[in-house]
C-alpha cells in the first residue's frame, strides 16, 4: 500500500511564502502522477497541481498558476509543493495524492492525511 505523509504546514502572512512536503512510501511501481490537492472550509476539493512520476511535467490549478511550484526529489521519494505570494483565500487543509494514471489532472488513487495552511491578511 502506498503511503502519503505530509508536513511543513502552518501559520503564514499573506504574501509570505511556505513550503510543504509529502514523503511518499510503499511499492510505487505502478504510480505515474503525483500532485497536490486542498480545501477549504465548506468549500469543494480544489486541484493544486499534478506532475508525472519524474517531477518534469507539471500543470497547475488557474487559482495557484505562477504562485505555486510543485518539486520532486526523486532520489529521497519526496515531493514538495513551493508556495509563494500567498493569500488568505490560500488557506485550506492540503493534501498529498498519488495516481495509477497518466492522467495529470484525473482520479488519484493514494492520499494522504492532510495538513494546515493558514494565511492571515
Known amino acids: 500500500q502506498v503511503e502519503l505523509v505530509e508536513s511543513g504546514g502552518g501559520l503564514v502572512q499573506a504574501g509570505g511564502s511556505l513550503r510543504l512536503s509529502c514523503a511518499i512510501s510503499g511499492p510505487a511501481f505502478n504510480i505515474y502522477t503525483v500532485g497536490w490537492f486542498r480545501r477549504a472550509p465548506g468549500k469543494e476539493r480544489d486541484f493544486v497541481g499534478g506532475c508525472d512520476w519524474s517531477g518534469e511535467v507539471c500543470i497547475y490549478g488557474d487559482s495557484v498558476n505562477g504562485r505555486f511550484n510543485i518539486v520532486r526529489t526523486t532520489a529521497k521519494n519526496l515531493l514538495h509543493l513551493e508556495m509563494n505570494s500567498l493569500k488568505s483565500e490560500d488557506t485550506a487543509v492540503y493534501y498529498c495524492?498519488?495516481?495509477?494514471?497518466?492522467?495529470?489532472?484525473?482520479?488519484?488513487?493514494?492520499w494522504g492525511q492532510g495538513t494546515q495552511v493558514t494565511v492571515s491578511s
Open positions: 495524492a498519488a495516481s495509477t494514471s497518466v492522467a495529470l489532472r484525473g482520479n488519484y488513487d493514494y
